[in-house]
């Protein structure tokens, strides 16, 4: 097979990928954020404290990370057929992969939430801060570069699922290497996706990094105390409004 021929494979592949990849990160940041964010509160010690909910959360969440994608694919085409009309294709493949990132990036908030000081949520209660002040102004601004390498390693581990997504149908890189690479024995163009599936990654991993230690040396730079006069501020503010009604 000639580059002029691969290089049109190549790029619809790319594209399905990156239309895959996209909607299910979008997806899985939408559901998996405050999901991850409500095991934390939810927790013993926490600010609303349920452990029976955070036990049921928690078992979803586990028994959503412990399945692997491929049979989470198969289980889920009622599923997808009912959302989508079809099983098979790149709008098909978006289904299986944002609910299987839904739980592996609740994870990884519930990790990053939990490394924030105490000391700041502590010091927002006592200016009588509620839970959703907590979680705007602490929680959320202290986690977010890690939430930022968390969203990295999500869209990574997603990459990965949308190649296995390619095997059944659901097109894409994943698919162009079996049905070219493997099935019709083209080794070079196999290993064409390969190398771009390598750089992709590599790239994405450059960006997130990047992106995560900016915002950690913007943080340490600026420290808590701003955040701190900030909710003071505004507590006087509040308290002076409540007297002149």
Same mark, same amino acid.
């Given at each position: 097979?000639? +580059?002029?021929? $691969?290089?049109?494979?190549?790029?619809?592949?790319?594209?399905?990928?990156?239309?895959?990849?996209? +909607?299910?990160?979008?997806? /899985?940041?939408?559901?998996?954020?405050?999901?991850? &964010? #409500?095991?934390?509160?939810?927790? %013993?010690?926490?600010?609303?404290?349920?452990?029976?909910?955070?036990?049921?959360?928690?078992?979803?969440?586990?028994?959503?990370?412990?399945?692997?994608?491929?049979?989470? $694919?198969?289980?889920? $085409?009622?599923?997808? %057929?009912?959302?989508?009309?079809?099983?098979?294709?790149?709008?098909?493949?978006?289904?299986?992969?944002?609910? *299987?990132?839904?739980?592996?990036?609740?994870?990884?908030?519930?990790?990053?939430?939990?490394?924030?000081?105490? *000391?700041?949520?502590? =010091?927002?209660?006592?200016?009588?801060?509620?839970? +959703?002040?907590?979680?705007?102004? @602490?929680? @959320?601004?202290?986690?977010?570069?890690?939430? &930022?390498?968390?969203?990295?390693?999500?869209?990574?581990?997603?990459?990965?699922?949308? /190649?296995?997504?390619?095997?059944?149908?659901?097109?894409?890189?994943?698919?162009? =290497? @079996?049905?070219? *690479?493997?099935?019709?024995?083209?080794?070079?163009?196999?290993?064409?996706?390969?190398?771009?599936? =390598?750089?992709?990654?590599?790239?994405?991993?450059?960006?997130?990094?990047?992106?995560?230690?900016?915002?950690?040396?913007?943080?340490?730079?600026?420290?808590?105390?701003?955040?701190?006069? #900030?909710?003071?501020?505004?507590?006087? =503010? /509040?308290?002076? &409004?409540?007297?002149? /009604?």
């Amino acid at each position: 097979m000639t +580059w002029s021929e $691969m290089q049109p494979l190549l790029s619809d592949a790319c594209s399905q990928t990156f239309t895959m990849v996209l +909607w299910s990160t979008v997806i /899985a940041i939408v559901a998996g954020l405050p999901l991850g &964010i #409500l095991l934390v509160l939810t927790d %013993r010690g926490g600010l609303l404290q349920n452990v029976l909910a955070n036990k049921v959360i928690g078992q979803v969440v586990n028994v959503g990370r412990s399945m692997p994608f491929i049979i989470l $694919m198969v289980a889920l $085409m009622s599923f997808t %057929r009912w959302v989508t009309g079809t099983t098979i294709g790149t709008t098909a493949a978006i289904v299986p992969l944002a609910i *299987g990132g839904i739980p592996f990036f609740a994870r990884l908030v519930e990790t990053a939430v939990r490394e924030v000081d105490q *000391g700041l949520v502590e =010091a927002v209660q006592s200016m009588g801060g509620n839970t +959703w002040t907590i979680v705007r102004k @602490v929680l @959320v601004p202290e986690a977010l570069p890690s939430l &930022i390498a968390s969203t990295t390693t999500t869209i990574i581990a997603l990459i990965g699922y949308s /190649a296995m997504a390619g095997t059944v149908g659901g097109g894409g890189l994943g698919d162009l =290497a @079996v049905r070219y *690479g493997y099935q019709r024995f083209e080794t070079e163009l196999m290993w064409i996706t390969v190398a771009v599936l =390598a750089v992709v990654i590599s790239l994405i991993q450059f960006a997130g990094d990047f992106a995560a230690r900016s915002l950690h040396r913007r943080g340490a730079r600026s420290g808590p105390a701003p955040k701190l006069r #900030l909710l003071k501020a505004e507590e006087p =503010a /509040a308290a002076e &409004i409540s007297k002149v /009604a």
